[in-house]
């Protein structure tokens, strides 16, 4: 039998495996406790629940769970009312810029925003109460992987109170 970090090893190197022994309590399904100095007692082993023997594993990185949520989140109820909502703050930035009078004269980038602008908009239109807070975030994410915005590489905390001065990035609307 591999030692502790042999198996951790093994398992890490092969990614996701189906069934494993495990690691704890080697598929005896049960710890040693202390009891006191010179006794100790049998526990069910906490990672496998006590069952011994062979467990299902799954080591799905970080990022392959970000993407599964952020494909929930995109299939979501919420995602096509965010794209709306999102389609017309863009689609407002852009009519502001071939303004003649546009803002940018007064040194306002109106191709530049936070997720507290689209908030604002939000907010005063009304009915995104409700919306689940993730999609917000894969709402972002969805435009900049069709190249609608982008990151501009600089940050700045966040107004909103629920917020708690975050600090969140600055996106710019690709023209």
């Known amino acids: 039998m591999l030692p502790l970090f042999e198996q951790m090893k093994e398992i890490l190197d092969n990614g996701l495996l189906k069934d494993a022994l495990c690691p704890a309590c080697q598929g005896e399904g049960y710890e040693y406790e202390m009891k006191d100095s010179d006794s100790r007692m049998k526990v069910p082993c906490q990672p ?29 109820k919420d995602a096509d009312r965010l794209n709306e909502l999102f389609d017309s703050f863009i689609d407002a930035r852009l009519w502001e810029a071939r303004q003649p009078d546009s803002a940018l004269g007064n040194g306002w980038n109106v191709y530049e925003f936070t997720a507290d602008d689209v908030r604002q908009l939000a907010d005063n ?14 709402l972002y994410s969805r435009y900049a992987k069709a190249e609608r915005i982008e990151k501009t590489g600089d940050y700045k905390p966040s107004n909103r109170p629920t917020s708690h001065g975050r600090i969140i990035p600055i996106w710019r609307i690709i023209k």
């Open 125 to 138: 239109r009304g009915g995104y109460e409700a919306v689940h807070p993730n999609a917000w975030g894969s």
């Open 48 to 76: 496998c629940g006590g069952k011994g023997g062979k467990m299902k594993l799954q080591l799905a990185t970080g990022k392959e769970r970000k993407e599964r949520g952020i494909k929930k989140m995109n299939e979501s």
